[in-house]
């Protein structure tokens, strides 16, 4: 029955077989996964994950690449490149709007992403603290789903462990707060004797246990809540008229492929484990390839000194990778043999480009794009921007994008109605169509891929000059249809000139070489994008930011611009910019002497 719980250790309420994966996900994002961590079920897999035994015996940890934390924080970088927007459309939309930001809610939230990605989920739990709406963050590792509803977990316990050392001794304390819809349930009796019953309702039952062991939860001691945990709770239970759970359960958007009935979220490189490990593999023996390359020899054991001695007191001759110098047995001591040279050869390209080969299969499990996670020799790098908006990275960042939109409507809904239950001033109803929330582009596009892409279309009829230049000159439509325009009447007059010069041209050199320029002429107009290119350059010329000569350059070298008509080019946006200033300086001329006025004539 819900909230008569009969539990004496953790592992009876985390039995979930996720947590296991949670725990491994846990301890990778946080750096280092030690095999005593590993739960038994998968030591067979991940035991020697960073920690193995070497030749001598002796314990060792690997080297790592992090990836977890890496990779993770490259998401959620890609995902909050700007802040989002919230907005409410009701009649009280601004007072919702000032509780979220107290609490901080939007850099909370991503602050809390890189973990909700690592380990597959988070919660979000409200409460009241001085009659104000408090939103708390608690991890995925402190809560286990007990209700749910295909998705939609409905109850579940918040588990807090802390360990105080009282008169010298180590006691473990454990706060578990459930939350959970309760049916006609015989509920358990206060420590002041009074016997709790009640029908259907949300309740809230709070349990503390102290213990000398980390096993066990021990006996109950509610009476230490405050000292221990810092707050207090008036009742070990209490019914509340919540018509929806105060808490919202966030799984990350990848289905749970290890434990197909649970409830639970699953970390987003739970399937690339395998990868990762073989990852740190390669970057820890390309870390050892500068000792293994170093000068060596081999000297006789006869004539060389005992290396140490054992647990046992026993003298040993060990093979240590890390020496300079190592002791072997020869079968005599001839000179010859006494002293030999072992060093290796570096293996430092070939193990980068294996790591390399294996960051790809890293990026393939986790939803990136190959090649967005690369060793550069000293250290792993991430990809500075995504090249088109198809790319399995964007397809990612846009997948979880939007279940935070999905998470954070339904959790706003579920902040008015706790508000409106635990206050006299009602925030009203809302639904989800009230709200609107704009994740900003923050997908970084390769803006010389993208322009590119933009001209060929431009060539195949599929988009405009002036679109080209609202795009990429941030020019609104009028400016750039305007821009346009005057473009295309200079072209239109310059090719009326070009005509003229030729109809009244002799020879048929004359003919030929008009006929070419004025197929340049057409060639150039036919291409949109060539135009903007060269109305930039002639703009920076008119600035002052490129010379005459390399103002013609540009438009020759790149441009293919015949240079008669790139002087004439120059020349006329020239002739037109000096007008434009004569005639500045003859107003303002005016303004500073201004005609008398005249005279009327005497009558």
Known sequence: MPLKHNYTSLEQITHDRSWLWLRINKCLYSGY????DVPTDLFFRFGDFHEYTNGDGDTEFRKTLGLHKATSEYITKSMFGELPEIAIDTAKGDMILDILKDNDFLENEIDMTETWIALGARIKMLYKENGKTVIDYIEADEFQPTQWRGKNITGGVLITIRTEIIDGVAWHYTLLQWHEW????????AEDGE?????DGY????EVYKSRTSENLGTSCFKELQ???GFKVQEIQAKYNFEMPIFQYTRVPRKNNKILRSPMGLGWFTNA??????????????STEIDLGRKKVAVSAMNAAIEGVDKAGESVKRFNRKKRAYLLEFD?????TIIQDISGELRTDKITLALNTQLDMWDFKSGLSTGTTRFDGKSIVTATQVSTESSES???IILLENALIKDWKQFIIKLVHFHNITNTEDLGEITEDDITITFHDNIIIDENLEKEVFRLEIEAGIRTEWEYRMTFLNETDDEAKAFIDEINKFDDEFIESEENNEESSNGESNNQTNGTERENVEAIILNGAQITSAVQIIESFNKGELSRNGALEMLMTFLNIPREKAIIMLDEENKKKLEADKATENNNAKKDNPLPHPKKDDK
């Open 33 to 36: 996964l030690k095999a005593e």
């Open 227 to 229: 000292n221990i945990f």
């Open 394 to 396: 964007a397809k990612t």
């Open 332 to 336: 005599n001591d001839d000179p010859k």
């Open 273 to 286: 484990l395998d990868v990762a490990k073989s990852c740190d593999e390669s970057f820890d023996s390309l």
């Open 203 to 206: 309740f809230i039952k709070t």
């Open 195 to 199: 016997v709790l019953t009640s029908k």
């Open 182 to 189: 309760g049916k006609d349930v015989p509920l358990e009796i």
